[in-house]
């Protein structure tokens, strides 16, 4: 139903005025001839005074109803000024807002043109532009951590492998191999700032008693990443909370830190390899988490993580440095996608003896750190322990 602001309205016809004048007239003659008929009943200078009254009392009445008559058109002009202001009010909001979003699409535009180019000067520029217009604007972050994660999954310096290394320096092979190289340093400094970028809105502090490294006004909530295929070196996403976190076919290089992490949601490592090893040490994974045919490579710490949801190691290759200790599933969880955890080969889950507790601390750069996820204190805990049936 339309309001009333937005009602069309419709110009005054000719004949209510001539109404109102009529109005007005009928009232004159009516109350005129009321009062002289009750004049005509006394005689003598009573009547003409009477008479005299009986005009100005109708005359009286006339004004009073065209004064009437005025206000209604007063309070009309009044009504129609008060829904024009609102109808401008609208308007100017509603240019102000096709405005700043021409604006933000326009930054946004330059920003995004600008990671494409040779300079890596000129793609760092881009980067935090797009980091500020994220910061600025809440309802664009999930757009640009989308553009930061695509430029992280693209292959990196592809014409550098292409290059023959023995090439004689008068085809200039040599000369472009140093190139190439120099290129390729300058892009994964352009890269190690995505990461930068993505670490600082995406981490909060679970320093106890502590100041937090990244403010939480930074912080980006209910962010989704997805670096599918993606080459990582020296990935640091310790203390990051994110909703959905999609890691298929990445590979992790140099070692990996997901310690205090927080997938609120679903954690996806399928096929992914950590090469230097990985810690997951006090991460809490939340409604689903996948490690298929993933492969870790050097000592892989889930210690102190949490499962809160249902959790898939299938067919997992380590080299046999995996250790569980003191991680945590929750009894209960969601079972829309399965009813019983898969864990890693010699690895499996009991109840928690009479009497045994879980740590909800442990020690994390030295010091001591809380999970910053809800813990109802009801909560039944599984322990993941070593399988003592498994030979």
């Given at each position: 139903m339309a309001s009333s602001a937005q009602r069309r309205v419709q110009p005054i016809s000719w004949w209510w005025a001539l109404l109102a004048g009529l109005?007005?007239?009928?009232?004159?003659?009516?109350t005129m001839w009321a009062m002289l008929a009750q004049a005509d009943n006394l005689q003598g200078a009573a009547r003409a005074t009477a008479r005299i009254d009986a005009i100005k009392t109708a005359l009286t009445v006339g004004a009073g109803t065209g004064g009437a008559a005025a206000l209604l058109l007063a309070l009309r002009r009044q009504w129609l000024s008060e829904h024009t202001h609102i109808r401008q009010e609208k308007a100017d909001a509603a240019a102000e807002f096709d405005a700043a979003e021409r604006r933000i699409t326009e930054l946004y535009t330059?920003?995004?043109?600008?990671?494409?180019?040779?300079?890596?000067?000129?793609?760092?520029?881009?980067?935090?532009?797009?980091?500020?217009?994220?910061?600025?604007?809440?309802?664009?972050?999930?757009?640009?951590?989308?553009?930061?994660?695509?430029?992280?999954?693209?292959?990196?310096?592809?014409?550098?492998?292409?290059?023959?290394?023995?090439?004689?320096?008068?085809?200039?092979?040599?000369?472009?191999?140093?190139?190439?190289?120099?290129?390729?340093g300058q892009e994964l400094l352009v890269r190690e700032a995505v990461h930068g970028i993505l670490r600082q809105h995406l981490s909060v502090s679970p320093i106890e008693g502590g100041a937090s490294p990244h403010p939480m006004e930074d912080h980006w909530p209910d962010i989704d990443i997805d670096l599918r295929g993606a080459d990582l070196r020296d990935f640091d996403f310790a203390t990051c909370r994110v909703r959905v976190a999609n890691f298929m076919k990445a590979t992790f290089r140099n070692g990996s830190n997901f310690a205090c992490a927080e997938f609120t949601?679903?954690?996806?490592?399928?096929?992914?390899?950590?090469?230097?090893?990985?810690?997951?040490?006090?991460?809490?994974?939340?409604?689903?988490?996948?490690?298929a045919e993933t492969t870790f490579e050097g000592r892989t710490d889930f210690q102190s993580a949490?499962?809160?949801?249902?959790?898939?190691?299938?067919?997992?290759t380590s080299d046999g440095k995996l250790t569980f200790k003191n991680a945590r599933a929750s009894a209960e969880f969601n079972t829309n996608w399965g009813t019983q955890r898969a864990w890693p080969e010699g690895w499996t889950e009991r109840p928690l003896r009479e009497g045994e507790l879980l740590p909800d601390a442990l020690r994390h750069g030295g010091r001591r750190t809380l999970s910053l996820a809800p813990l109802p204190s009801d909560t039944r805990w599984l322990r993941v322990v070593k399988d003592r049936h498994h030979s």
């Open positions: 109005v007005v007239a009928v009232m004159i003659v009516v330059a920003a995004a043109g600008q990671l494409g180019n040779d300079s890596a000067s000129v793609r760092l520029a881009g980067l935090y532009a797009l980091e500020r217009l994220a910061q600025d604007h809440l309802g664009h972050r999930q757009t640009v951590v989308n553009v930061l994660c695509a430029y992280l999954r693209m292959p990196l310096m592809p014409a550098l492998l292409a290059l023959d290394p023995g090439a004689p320096d008068r085809d200039g092979g040599i000369t472009a191999r140093r190139n190439a190289e120099a290129k390729q949601e679903h954690a996806y490592f399928h096929n992914a390899t950590f090469l230097g090893g990985v810690t997951f040490r006090g991460t809490w994974f939340g409604l689903r988490t996948v490690f949490t499962f809160a949801g249902i959790a898939f190691f299938l067919n997992v």
